[in-house]
């Protein structure tokens, strides 16, 4: 996955704009309760998550609240403020954070033409005390950006540089901010985030780099649409407003030096933090991968069609999906299912029907013992689908 498809994939869901809140000012508001109120409110997601997934709910719902209960207990503060939702003052509780990761390529003593990138995500999530299912996730890299989301799932080569905005208002409507502005204004500061009783058992709250407290002053304006891509979304409109308050957060900063890697191994950008809540993109479809070992390794890609009505997937040519394995400890490719084969040049298209599944197997002969990553894709112009798998060879 390229740093393109990563911020495109991170862009799609957005949000956008009403007039500012006007009786909020911008005055800021101090932490309630300190670690209290964040406990409780990290407990009270991580308990919806298990209960998402003990009763078989929305994957992605579920892996919404788990982020979000690893985002609050990482900065260990939670902030009150006011947002302005469709014009009526609501209060919500928030916490926000940054992620700076520095990525520099080039080996040590060499001269590269690339100079070290820094990809930043700053992120506030907002969430009713009584309520929790009601919340407001909003992600931008700067300030230029506007809000908005990619509500057409054909244009898939189109880049833009856009903030997200999401609300789920907590009766099951999914929305996505279609128009607006946003500001992050980040306080640094050199008090170390606080190391949560349970950051051994989760990777997200122990970043490899550092993690400080940082206050965020926030504003935004957006005007959002129900999500095409959450079949049980009411058809509405909202407006979302926040004028300019400060929410306790953190800062985490992380460089990777010197990433060797041809083009047939994951780039660091692969890794980046993403917001705890994500909306799948109308163009990608769910998909799994398996593998069986048996001398030769089974490999079965899996594309579900998980909606009410038919989809159809256009291909540009006769290859219709792909499989690479790579080599866990090197990172490198050692099998591409398509290297070898030609294609007819032409467009095609399939249909799978509602809930129906497109399933392609292949076989793939491992070169010596070890351990595998696998990777499925599907080679499609209007649609995305992949999966990853770990192949243990004997």
């Not at 704009?17 to 508001?29: I, K, P, Q, V």
């Not at 939702?85 to 033409?113: H, M, R, V």
């Not at 219709?320 to 299912?337: H, N, P």
């Amino acid at each position: 996955m390229t740093h393109h498809t990563l911020s495109l994939k991170r862009r799609i869901a957005v949000v956008v704009g009403a007039a500012l809140f006007a009786a909020c000012s911008s005055e800021s508001t101090a932490p309630i309760d300190g670690t209290s109120e964040a406990a409780r409110a990290a407990q009270t997601f991580a308990s919806l998550a298990d209960s998402v997934a003990r009763n078989g709910g929305d994957a992605d719902v579920g892996a919404a609240y788990a982020g979000i209960a690893g985002f609050v207990r990482a900065g260990g503060h939670v902030t009150p403020i006011v947002l302005a939702i469709d014009g009526t003052p609501t209060s919500f509780l928030a916490a926000a954070s940054t992620f700076e990761t520095t990525i520099n390529d080039c080996p040590k003593g060499a001269y590269c033409f690339a100079p070290p990138q820094t990809f930043v995500v700053r992120n506030l999530i907002a969430w009713e005390r009584d309520n929790p299912k009601r919340l407001v996730q909003l992600s931008s890299a700067s300030n230029d950006e506007q809000i908005g989301a990619i509500l057409d799932p054909s244009p898939l080569a189109l880049y833009a540089r856009m903030a997200s905005l999401i609300y789920m208002d907590g009766a099951g409507g999914t929305f996505l901010g279609t128009s607006g502005t946003q500001k992050f204004d980040v306080a640094k500061s050199t008090t170390p985030c606080p190391e949560p009783p349970d950051s051994g058992k989760t990777a997200y709250l122990r970043p490899k780099g550092t993690c400080t407290l940082a206050d965020h002053t926030v504003s935004f304006s957006g005007t959002l649409e129900s999500s095409p891509y959450k079949v049980t979304s009411p058809a509405a409109m909202h407006t979302i407003a926040m004028s300019a308050q400060t929410v306790a957060g953190t800062r985490r900063t992380d460089t990777i030096n010197n990433v060797p890697c041809d083009t047939s191994c994951a780039k660091p950008t692969d890794s980046l933090p993403l917001p705890p809540v994500k909306v799948r993109p109308a163009n990608e479809l769910p998909a799994k991968l398996s593998a069986t070992v048996n001398g030769d390794v089974t490999l079965t890609f899996s594309v579900k069609n998980p909606s009410d009505a038919p989809v159809k997937v256009v291909h540009s040519s006769g290859q219709k999906y792909d499989f690479v394995v790579a080599d866990s400890g090197t990172g490198k490719a050692v099998w591409t299912w398509s290297a070898n084969k030609t294609f007819l040049q032409a467009l095609g298209e399939e249909t799978i029907p509602a809930g129906g599944t497109l399933t392609f197997v292949e076989k793939w002969t491992p070169p010596k013992r070890g351990l595998y990553l696998a990777h499925a894709v599907l080679t499609s112009t209007s649609h995305r689908a992949e999966a990853y798998t770990t192949v243990v060879v004997p």
